[in-house]
């Protein structure tokens, strides 16, 4: 019997444990589309010119 006590608190653990990484997963899920539509918002929007060329070319 104390078997089958320690079998059910493992699986309830590991059930614990699953749920909560699913969670996780989906926060972080949440998280990357937030910052995608808001960069696409952003993309609209006007942005000073970029130039390629940063540094004068050595001669």
């Known amino acids: 019997m ?3 006590a320690l079998h059910q608190l493992r699986h309830d653990d590991l059930l614990r444990r699953a749920e909560h990484e ?7 899920r949440l998280r990357r589309r937030a910052r995608r539509e808001a960069a696409a918002r952003g ?14 070319r050595a001669a």
């Open 2 to 4: 104390f078997e089958y």
């Open 22 to 28: 699913r969670q996780v997963q989906e926060a972080l």
């Open 43 to 56: 993309a609209g929007a006007e942005s000073p010119p970029r130039h390629r060329t940063r540094f004068a």
